[in-house]
Structure formats: C-alpha cells, structure tokens
C-alpha cells in the first residue's frame, strides 16, 4: 500500500546525528530525522532536537560561574570543583551528510517544530522534495505512514586533541523504518503568547518511536500529512473487581502524535519558505 510513498519520502526524509559528551565522560550519538522543504536548502524537524544544544549553553554557563565562586581569592591552587555528572561538555550536529551544517534555526517549542537553513547543501543531494497534502483533505480513519530513523544509535568516540567526535558513516536508506497506522484523532491546542496561529497536531493509531521525531507521517500518494514529533501511552482503564491486581490494570495503548500539515503550512508561510502542496485540482504548486 506504501511502497510508493514510501520511495518519495525516503527521497527527503534524513538523519540529523547529536553528539554528546558529558562531565562523567559518557558519549554518545542519537539520530532523529529532519524534512527537507525545497531545493533553497531549508529543512524542518522536531523542536525538541534543539533540547540538548539549549542545555549545552546553560550547562556552560553554569560551570564557568561555579568555577569563578570557588576560585580561591588569593590566587592559591584548589581541587577542581565538584560538577554536575551529566552537564554537556561537547556537543556536536551531523545534518544528513559530511560537512553539511546549519546557519540559522527558527525554533517554536510549543508547536515543537523548527525550520533550518543548511549551508554546504546542493539541490541534486536531494532526489525528490516533498508535497504538503491539502489540509482539508487529512481526516480521520485514512491510512498513513510514519518513516524516521529509530533503532540505531551509533557507536561514538570524542578525539580530545581534535575536539571532535567520531561515528561511523550513517547510511539513510538503510537506517530508514517505516510503520503504517490510521489517523485516529486531530487535536487542535489554541494559540498562545506571541504565536500567530493554532497549534493542530494529528493522532494515529500506532507510536512512533525514537529517531523517527521530525520524519514525515504520508498518505498512500507519499504526501506529507504531518510531521512526527511524540508519542504517549493512554491506559485502557480496566479495572479487577477481585482483590487481586488484574494484569489488565497495566495495559495502555500506545499513540503517535505528529504536528498537523496545516500547522506546518502556517508557519512555513509565516517564514516565507516555499514549498509544493498539492491543491484541489490534484496540481502541484509552488507557495512563494
């Protein structure tokens, strides 16, 4: 039903890597995905990508004033201070290929989506760019897929002398993994603060899974209905009426949520990006 839609989107659809160090000396690399909108270089993928660069920054903030507190007045050598295990020391992106990186970043945490601007980009990287479905068109019970890049977290060394880290080539088609599912709800949370519009976010009857944030969620025809971005489980709320706990008291159901297409038309319009969508006349266009 999706080998279609699923060639289109592998097309766009690729691994953004985030390389960590920690105080404790741990490292390591998660992968989530990111959209590429147009040939201009722009990309979208989940807010929350951002998450351990924001805490980088406050972590260093942090280290730098408690080495200033415990600095000995007189000038005198002191043990080192004692600091947070996991504060972030070394933080690094790989955005989809070598060299590849971004010069600005426009992050709606609410919404929690983020549009990017890669530099070192070529349009011929890209086989295919993706269409934005209609949204009046995505509605409850048709049949959509989720592609991301889950399961795979590579194994990472950090080179103190380069001040670099170190993973091994991440081939996109191969990390790919896709899962099908219905629409089972839409949910709209109105706007709030400074935001210019609703935040709509699309339900489906299957989760995503880590690595798979910021991948598209398509329709049969591999247009982009909404984009990846949590998941959450409900309980079913069975309930024993023996004195014994009922292994039915632990059961949930598992659900994908992804940021809705016409919330993430708004705010690529808000940003003047361009970008295909696919109109009632069953044309492509190009927004400007």
Not at 3 to 24: E, H, I, M, N
Not at 211 to 218: E, K
Request: charged residues 25%.
């Amino acid at each position: 039903m999706f080998v279609d839609a699923c060639r289109k989107a592998k097309g766009f659809t690729r691994p953004v890597a985030t390389s960590l160090r920690y105080q404790d000396g741990t490292v390591g690399t998660t992968l989530n995905s990111f959209i590429m909108v147009n040939r201009d270089g722009w990309a979208i993928t989940a807010a929350h990508t951002f998450d351990s660069l924001v805490k980088h920054e406050a972590d260093r903030k942090k280290i730098a004033e408690i080495e200033n507190m415990q600095a000995p007045a007189d000038g005198s050598s002191r043990a080192p201070p004692k600091l947070d295990p996991k504060f972030i020391l070394n933080h690094s992106f790989w955005w989809g290929w070598d060299g590849v990186m971004i010069s600005e970043v426009t992050i709606d945490r609410r919404v929690d989506i983020a549009l990017v601007k890669l530099v070192n980009f070529k349009p011929k990287m890209i086989s295919n760019y993706p269409v934005f479905a209609d949204p009046d068109e995505v509605s409850l019970g048709m049949s959509v897929c989720r592609v991301g890049h889950p399961f795979m977290d590579p194994p990472t060394e950090f080179d103190a002398k380069m001040n670099a880290f170190r993973i091994p080539k991440i081939d996109s088609d191969s990390a790919l993994f896709v899962n099908d599912g219905v629409v089972s709800k839409i949910v709209t949370m109105k706007k709030a603060g400074n935001s210019p519009f609703d935040a709509m976010y699309l339900d489906t009857s299957t989760p995503g899974y880590r690595g798979q944030a910021g991948g598209p969620i398509v329709d049969k025809e591999g247009r982009v209905c909404a984009m990846q971005v949590n998941s959450f489980a409900v309980p079913f709320g069975f309930h024993s009426t023996s004195e014994e706990k009922s292994p039915l008291d632990d059961q949930y159901c598992c659900i994908g949520r992804g940021v809705h297409v016409k919330t993430i038309r708004q705010f690529l319009d808000s940003k003047n990006v361009r970008y295909s969508s696919y109109d009632d006349e069953q044309e492509f266009r190009i927004v400007e």
